[in-house]
């Protein structure tokens, strides 16, 4: 993987890599059974045919309770689907090529792939597991991408360190929230061969050696052990019994280059289940040899992007097991959302929040390093005096400086000359630029662009030229806005299955937002540009 210059990897191929290190994929294209709700797009054009609907030869509209009442009787409802998981698996590998289109897409496909890591992983019991650290992983890397500003075209190794520490972190977690086996705990820096150190920690909390495991799998596949149980053939007298080959050369791959599938190392490892005592160890066993394989696949991912230090602490601050499903800036919001929440809670997670951007900034080159106090997306959105970055001046003490801001500098400047085409020529180079690199400072810029199609609609609009804007400005504004929006930047909305009608995620935020494009789409509308 090969990001574009000074761009982090999409979130659509990180979303290949997260398939790839759970093992989601088999070799045959079983088929797979969806319930899902109604796509976006149907309900779209069930609310555009309501409107019809109540439309009156006058041209006007009927009232609210019209069209609420049209819009419950046409609703689209959720449907069943039948897929071969092959057919969500092509879905993921072209949205690893072209990235979501929008926030709706995401949370349609994060649902199917939920599903079938359920199916798949229902046998063993790690379907729930499963179907949470791809959801929650989603969320930690856009959480990641708000947040880190690329400095550099090599800003790999931040990807890298949030591959071999965030995410195992987060895996280690979830696998811990389930079963805390005591005997197999992990240790609190990374190791380097996760899988390996698992099986010699199991082997030692059951008493046995690694030569015995191996004795073990090859009494297993005698015939005369046809029939038994693990129990029993351990059971067994193992003297000067053979070795399973097989056995040791799976063994000796845990520490080689290259990915694993768990339906090879499963059956290798899970003998060892019934030879842990305590019961709670026994329940969590498949949930910490599960997590031993993403931790091993993960690493294998980060190798292949180039070479990097493995042999070192998470820098990711630690967080309590029952909140490191959600990401800390996710979960400020929620709280701020939430009346009932109390002040020390809401200390507690943003004193947690700047120790996430302390650590976060020292995992790779981030821009204004030392130069330059750039804030983190909270505060550049819930505090108005960081809005200051989109006037440009701290641009002109930048050390470096990355493609997108170029193109924002020149935007802002053709449109305070009243260069509008110029403008919207250089925003539109600086948005697809700034995807993956901006970080927090894509707040002020999305602010500016929509302000600025606000404006433009304004003044197109005065004259009776609405097309033109439809034509070249909304575009502009619609692509910025499906990616602010897909990234986390901006709430997402919800629609009433009933009536159709969209609500917001988070109204606080969304109302901040549209107040600070508003006062700035005025300020540009009063200056003429």
């Known amino acids: 993987m090969k990001p574009a210059n000074y761009q982090l990897p999409t979130l659509g191929q990180f979303s290949k890599a997260l398939c790839d290190c759970l093992g989601l994929w088999s070799s045959n294209g079983i088929d797979v059974e969806f319930h899902v709700p109604a796509s976006e797009k149907a309900r779209r054009e069930a609310l555009i045919s309501a409107f019809e609907l109540i439309k009156k030869?006058?041209?006007?509209?009927?009232?609210?309770?019209?069209?609420?009442?049209?819009?419950?009787?046409?609703?689209?409802?959720?449907?069943?689907?039948?897929?071969?998981?092959?057919?969500?698996?092509?879905?993921?590998?072209?949205?690893?090529?072209?990235?979501?289109?929008?926030?709706?897409?995401?949370?349609?496909?994060?649902?199917?792939?939920?599903?079938?890591?359920?199916?798949?992983?229902?046998?063993?019991?790690?379907?729930?597991?499963?179907?949470?650290?791809?959801?929650?992983?989603?969320?930690?890397?856009?959480?990641?991408?708000?947040?880190?500003?690329?400095?550099?075209?090599?800003?790999?190794?931040?990807?890298?360190?949030?591959?071999?520490?965030?995410?195992?972190?987060?895996?280690?977690?979830?696998?811990?929230?389930?079963?805390?086996?005591?005997?197999?705990?992990?240790?609190?820096?990374?190791?380097?061969?996760?899988?390996?150190?698992?099986?010699?920690?199991?082997?030692?909390?059951?008493?046995?050696?690694?030569?015995?495991?191996?004795?073990?799998?090859?009494?297993?596949?005698?015939?005369?052990?046809?029939?038994?149980?693990?129990?029993?053939?351990?059971?067994?007298?193992?003297?000067?019994?053979?070795?399973?080959?097989?056995?040791?050369?799976?063994?000796?791959?845990?520490?080689?280059?290259?990915?694993?599938?768990?339906?090879?190392?499963?059956?290798?490892?899970?003998?060892?289940?019934c030879l842990v005592s305590n019961e709670e160890d026994r329940q969590g066993f498949a949930n910490k040899a599960f997590c031993a394989f993403v931790s091993h696949n993960l690493y294998m991912h980060a190798s292949e992007?180039?070479?990097?230090?493995?042999?070192?602490?998470?820098?990711?601050?630690?967080?309590?097991?029952?909140?490191?499903?959600?990401?800390i800036s996710d979960r400020i919001d929620y709280l701020l959302l939430d009346d009932g929440a109390d002040q020390s809670s809401i200390n507690e997670a943003i004193s947690a929040y700047r120790d996430l951007l302390k650590s976060l900034r020292v995992t790779g080159q981030f821009l204004g390093d030392g130069n330059v106090p750039i804030p983190g997306a909270l505060d550049a959105l819930y505090k108005r005096e960081h809005l200051e970055f989109s006037s440009g001046a701290?641009?002109?003490?930048?050390?470096?400086?990355?493609?997108?801001?170029?193109?924002?500098?020149?935007?802002?400047?053709?449109?305070?000359?009243?260069?509008?085409?110029?403008?919207?020529?250089?925003?539109?180079?600086?948005?697809e630029a700034a995807k993956y690199s901006a970080g927090p400072l894509f707040i002020s810029f999305y602010i500016q662009v929509c302000a600025f199609c606000k404006a433009q609609y304004k003044m197109l609009s005065s004259i009776g030229e609405e097309q033109v804007f439809e034509r070249f400005y909304e575009p502009l504004g619609d692509a910025a806005s499906k990616y602010a929006g897909l990234l986390g930047y901006t709430p997402g909305s919800t629609r009433d299955p009933n009536t159709l009608m969209p609500k917001s995620n988070h109204p606080i935020k969304n109302g901040l937002i549209i107040k600070e494009i508003d006062l700035m789409a005025g300020s540009i509308w009063g200056s003429g540009c």
């Open 305 to 327: 992007i180039g070479s990097f230090d493995p042999n070192t602490k998470p820098h990711w601050p630690g967080i309590s097991v029952q909140d490191h499903t959600i990401p």
């Open 394 to 431: 701290w641009s002109k003490i930048l050390i470096t400086t990355p493609p997108w801001i170029r193109s924002w500098i020149l935007a802002r400047e053709s449109m305070l000359a009243g260069d509008n085409e110029g403008a919207l020529q250089h925003f539109k180079a600086a948005l």
């Open 57 to 273: 030869d006058t041209g006007t509209y009927g009232s609210l309770d019209e069209l609420v009442s049209v819009t419950t009787q046409i609703a689209p409802e959720s449907k069943q689907e039948i897929k071969k998981n092959k057919t969500i698996q092509s879905y993921v590998l072209h949205l690893a090529k072209e990235d979501y289109a929008s926030y709706e897409e995401l949370t349609e496909l994060t649902g199917y792939i939920q599903i079938v890591a359920r199916d798949k992983y229902k046998l063993s019991g790690l379907s729930d597991l499963v179907a949470r650290l791809y959801f929650s992983a989603l969320m930690y890397y856009r959480e990641f991408v708000r947040e880190y500003s690329v400095a550099t075209e090599d800003c790999l190794p931040a990807y890298q360190r949030f591959l071999s520490g965030t995410m195992i972190d987060l895996t280690r977690a979830i696998s811990n929230a389930d079963s805390r086996a005591s005997c197999l705990i992990e240790r609190e820096d990374i190791s380097r061969w996760p899988l390996r150190e698992f099986v010699e920690k199991a082997c030692k909390a059951g008493g046995v050696s690694l030569y015995k495991f191996h004795q073990f799998h090859k009494l297993r596949k005698t015939i005369e052990c046809s029939g038994f149980t693990d129990k029993e053939i351990w059971a067994l007298d193992f003297s000067s019994k053979p070795i399973s080959t097989q056995s040791k050369q799976l063994f000796e791959r845990l520490d080689k280059g290259g990915k694993i599938k768990w339906e090879v190392v499963y059956p290798f490892l899970s003998p060892l289940s």
